[in-house]
């Protein structure tokens, strides 16, 4: 993108609806889409993926129809808009798809985002919705749950500002189950491998009792039992991990030896569907059209 694009969303008085404007941007004036109305009755459902908006493929459109039919709050798992995160890429490849669901999605941004200096298509697409501007985590709840989004492409060290964030939210939270998201896992049985740089983030959490880590990055899905932030076994108090990198980006081929702990490994696109309640989850990875895998199954919270 050049200099004298701009691009903000706004919430329409009345409606909810978020509507696009660019201008300047690969000769395109603007770009609104349909907004679709979910059915009812989502209140403590989560729907997730990352991975998506690639313009050379059809996964996106075909997840984006799936959500279409699907209750919840949707919890996008970083990158977003291929392949640099930047205002082209938003309004081109991501808002004609899943940008038709943007008043009910919940972002953290990916290492593709950062293609674009300081993520700043990805704030400005966003904006409050995406936390505030250049740090990008947030925490909210559904279905008496704490959600907490998570930024794996900026600092996560012990003394970093985003884990001292995490800390305190982790020390003030009064509800008994934890989710957490970001982008990058620390787990993966992927081409991408393990990601030990996020351990800080799953080890606070970890001590503070959370249940449940969302990630993408690997173009796959997996899911891991309950486990510690060495990758031990911990059936008791571990938290138990999935990769959602399935929203519409090119899938990996294959994968490796699995990891240990890996319970469950996919290549297709679709989104992970996670029911909250108020001792237990269920969760529930839907394909999109044309799809065959699928995984469920539930636990209960530490």
């Not at 930024?151 to 003030?172: D, H, T, V």
């Not at 509800?175 to 049985?189: D, E, I, M, N, V």
């Not at 309950?226 to 990769?243: C, K, L, N, T």
Request: with cysteine.
């Amino acid at each position: 993108m050049q200099g004298g694009t701009h691009l903000r969303s706004l919430a329409a008085l009345g409606g909810g609806l978020l509507l696009l404007l660019a201008a300047g941007c690969s000769g395109t004036e603007s770009h609104t889409g349909p907004t679709i109305i979910p059915p009812p009755g989502g209140d403590n459902v989560l729907l997730a993926a990352g991975d998506i908006g690639d313009c050379t493929l059809p996964g996106a459109e075909r997840t984006a129809q799936l959500l279409d039919g699907l209750a919840g709050t949707i919890l996008v798992l970083g990158d977003i808009a291929y392949p640099r995160g930047s205002r082209a890429n938003f309004i081109e490849c991501y808002h004609p798809h899943w940008g038709r669901h943007l008043n009910r999605t919940m972002p953290v941004p990916g290492n593709h985002e950062y293609e674009t200096p300081g993520a700043e298509a990805y704030f400005d697409y966003f904006g409050d919705t995406a936390g505030f501007p250049g740090g990008g985590y947030y925490s909210f709840s559904r279905g008496g749950w704490q959600i907490i989004a998570l930024n794996s492409e900026l600092p996560m060290a012990e003394g970093s500002a985003q884990f001292a964030w995490l800390r305190g939210q982790l020390i003030s939270s009064v509800g008994r189950c934890t989710l957490a998201y970001w982008h990058r896992p620390l787990f993966s049985s992927g081409p991408n491998g393990n990601n030990p740089d996020v351990r800080p983030l799953f080890r606070a959490l970890y001590d503070a009792g959370a249940d449940l880590v969302l990630t993408g990055h690997e173009h796959s899905y997996e899911r891991f039992a309950r486990q510690d932030p060495e990758g031990r076994a911990d059936p008791a108090r571990g938290i138990r991990q999935f990769v959602v990198g399935t929203g519409g980006a090119r899938l990996s081929p294959a994968f490796g030896p699995g990891r240990p702990n890996s319970e469950a490994r996919g290549s297709e696109w679709g989104v992970l569907k996670v029911t909250l309640g108020g001792e237990g989850y269920e969760w529930e990875f839907m394909p999109a059209a044309g799809g065959a895998f699928r995984d469920a199954g539930s636990g209960q919270c530490r």
